[in-house]
């Protein structure tokens, strides 16, 4: 058993694709319309869907923005550079909520993020075996 794919209900899928795609690193490994339920499925990430856990952006065409609920925390993506991870959000008009610093009581270094619909978005720094 694996984990597959982690769904998220995305307002505009447009803007939602360029954050993924563009600010995040990640590829379009697939779209698909649904024209009879009024729905779109785009499947985001690193790696091919049979190697790794990848992102599902289904937008709801009649639906512009959803409550995001106190349930869902956040995604983590792995970075070489949490500090250098955060430049480049900015740099392609992100938004950092969390700077890049040690996480409160221990030391890996994180830094939290944005996409367009609010999701939340963790880097934590790569640990090296030197560190």
């Not at 925390?73 to 740099?91: F, L, M, P, S, W």
Request: proline letters at 4%; hydrophobic letters at 35%; glycine letters at 10%.
């Amino acid at each position: 058993m694996r984990i597959l794919h982690t769904m998220l209900r995305v307002g505009n899928l447009k803007k939602s694709l360029a954050f993924y795609t563009q600010v995040l690193g990640m590829k379009l490994l697939r779209s698909k319309d649904y024209p009879d339920g009024k729905f779109t499925l785009a499947f985001v990430g690193y790696q091919d869907e049979a190697n790794g856990t990848v992102l599902e952006l289904t937008h709801n065409w009649d639906t512009p923005s959803y409550n995001l609920g106190e349930g869902f925390g956040h995604i983590a993506i792995e970075v070489e550079d949490a500090y250098q991870a955060c430049e480049n959000t900015r740099k392609m008009g992100g938004k950092v909520t969390r700077e890049a610093g040690p996480m409160k009581h221990g030391t890996t270094v994180i830094a939290f993020i944005e996409d367009p619909d609010g999701y939340k978005i963790e880097f934590i720094q790569k640990k090296h075996p030197d560190q």
